[in-house]
């Protein structure tokens, strides 16, 4: 599975979760990087911290990437 495709895989998921204390928590991580995060998570951000800005795909929203075929 690409970057790409496992992002999407993210974003799907975040956009579809009901529950307010999960989302306080994603936020939590976001918003405290000096707090312990997963392994997965510290390799995901290592990788899009190292992305040429070239190479990235430019978007204003969610919505527009979920909907690119």
Same mark, same amino acid.
């Given at each position: ?5 496992r992002?999407?895989? !993210?974003?799907?998921? =975040?956009t579809?979760?009901?529950n *307010? ?5 994603? %936020? +939590? ?7 312990? !995060?997963?392994?997965? =998570?510290?390799?995901?951000?290592? *990788? ?5 800005? %070239? +190479? ?14």
């Amino acid at each position: 599975m690409t970057i790409e495709q496992r992002k999407l895989e !993210l974003i799907t998921w =975040i956009t579809g979760i009901q529950n *307010e204390d999960l989302l306080e928590r994603i %936020e +939590d991580f976001r918003n405290n990087p000096d707090e312990k !995060l997963p392994n997965t =998570i510290l390799e995901l951000l290592h *990788e899009s911290s190292s992305a040429k800005l %070239e +190479d990235c795909i430019e978007h204003t929203s969610a919505h527009k990437l979920l909907g690119r075929k």
